[in-house]
C-alpha cells in the first residue's frame, strides 16, 4: 500500500513554491498587517492563477471540485509561506458553506475572499475588512454578514472582527465545512513548522560559536531533530484525516482532531527550537522568522484550540 501523495500533486506543490517563493510573500505580510493589501492581493491573484483558490468549489462553477488530500498540499504549501488573508476560511470553508450558489464561481476565479464566524470555536471574522463576502455560519445555517468592532491579535497580519448576520439564513453543511476548516488549519501549522525547522537548519550551517558551527554541535542536532519528528509524525494524520473526510468516516470528527492537536504541537515545538536556534535575532520584528512565530500562536486556537480538540479525541475513543 502507498501512502506517499502522487507526482501530479507533487508538481502542484512544487509550483506553488516556485511562485510563492517569487511572490516576495513576507514584505506582503508585513503590508497587510499595516492596512496595505494590495502586495497581498497580488499573491492570491497567483494563487487564482494556479488554481489553488478553486480547489473545492464545484465544477458548475469552474471549480476543480478537489479531493481534500489536494487541499492539505495546497494548504501546507501556504502555511510554509505565511501566505495573508483568511486563507482557510475562503478556500476550504467558504466552498462547502456556499454550495450551489453562484458566488462560487467568483471564490474560484480569485475576484472574491470570503471569510467566516463559526461560533463559539470560531467568534470572529478573521480580516473582514478586506474580505469581499462575509459568512455566519452555525447550526446547519450560512447567513451573509457584516463586520462590527475589531480586535487585536497575537498575528499582526490577522486583524479579527466581530460579525453580525444581515442576511436571510440558508441551509448548508456546517458540520462538514468546520471539519474542513479545522484540517486546512492543521496542514499550515505543519507547514509552518517545516519552514522554521529548514530556517533553523540553514541558520544552524551558518553561525559560529567557539570557531565552529553551531549545527556541529549534538545538542542543536538533537533539538532539531525533534522537531523534525514532531513535523513528520504530524503529516501521516493530517493527510489521513483528509481520506477519512473524503469517505465520510464516522470517526472524521476525531481524526481531524488528532491532527490538528499533533500540527500545532509541531509547529509550537518548532518555534521554540527556532529561536533557540536564531538567539535574540529571531525575536526581532525585522526577521522574517518573527512571522511565523506570530502566525502559529494564532492558528493553534484559530478553529478551537487544542484542549477542545483533545477532549474531543478522548470523547471518541
Not at 12 to 28: C, E, H, K, Q, R
Not at 217 to 243: F, N, S, T
Not at 248 to 266: E, K, M
Amino acid at each position: 500500500m502507498n501512502f506517499e501523495i502522487d507526482e501530479q500533486q507533487r508538481d502542484f506543490a512544487a509550483s506553488i513554491d516556485a511562485a510563492l517563493g517569487s511572490a516576495g510573500v513576507p514584505a506582503a505580510v508585513r503590508a497587510w498587517a499595516d492596512g496595505d493589501t494590495g502586495p497581498g492581493r497580488k499573491v492570491w491573484s497567483t494563487l487564482a492563477d494556479l488554481g489553488v483558490t478553486a480547489l473545492l468549489v464545484p465544477e458548475q462553477f469552474d471549480g476543480i471540485g478537489a479531493h481534500p488530500v489536494d487541499l492539505v498540499v495546497a494548504a501546507e504549501r501556504l502555511g510554509y509561506w505565511g501566505v495573508p488573508g483568511p486563507v482557510v476560511e475562503s478556500v476550504a470553508v467558504a466552498p462547502i458553506l456556499l454550495a450551489d450558489d453562484e458566488r462560487c464561481g467568483a471564490l474560484a476565479s480569485g475576484e472574491l475572499i470570503a471569510t467566516v464566524t463559526f461560533p463559539p470555536h470560531v467568534p470572529r471574522a478573521v480580516d473582514a475588512d478586506s474580505a469581499g463576502l462575509i459568512l455566519v455560519a452555525g447550526d446547519g445555517e450560512v447567513r451573509d454578514g457584516s463586520a462590527g468592532s475589531r480586535h487585536d491579535s497575537v498575528d499582526p497580519a490577522r486583524k479579527l472582527f466581530d460579525a453580525a448576520a444581515s442576511g436571510d439564513a440558508r441551509k448548508a453543511d456546517t458540520a462538514k465545512s468546520f471539519e474542513y476548516g479545522v484540517l486546512a488549519t492543521a496542514a499550515q501549522l505543519v507547514g509552518a513548522g517545516q519552514a522554521m525547522l529548514d530556517a533553523s537548519v540553514a541558520y544552524a550551517k551558518q553561525r559560529s560559536q567557539f570557531g565552529r558551527t553551531i549545527g556541529s554541535y549534538q545538542a542543536i542536532k538533537h533539538k532539531l531533530a525533534d522537531v523534525h519528528i514532531a513535523v513528520e509524525l504530524a503529516r501521516p494524520l493530517v493527510y489521513g484525516a483528509a481520506l477519512s473526510l473524503a469517505d465520510g468516516s464516522p470517526d472524521t470528527a476525531r481524526d481531524v482532531s488528532a491532527a490538528l492537536v499533533a500540527a500545532a504541537d509541531a509547529a509550537l515545538l518548532s518555534a521554540r527550537s527556532s529561536l533557540q536556534t536564531h538567539g535574540a535575532i529571531g525575536f526581532t520584528q525585522e526577521h522574517d522568522l518573527s512571522l511565523l512565530l506570530l502566525r502559529v500562536q494564532a492558528l493553534r486556537s484559530a478553529w478551537g484550540d487544542p484542549t477542545w480538540h483533545r477532549r474531543r479525541v478522548l470523547e471518541a475513543l
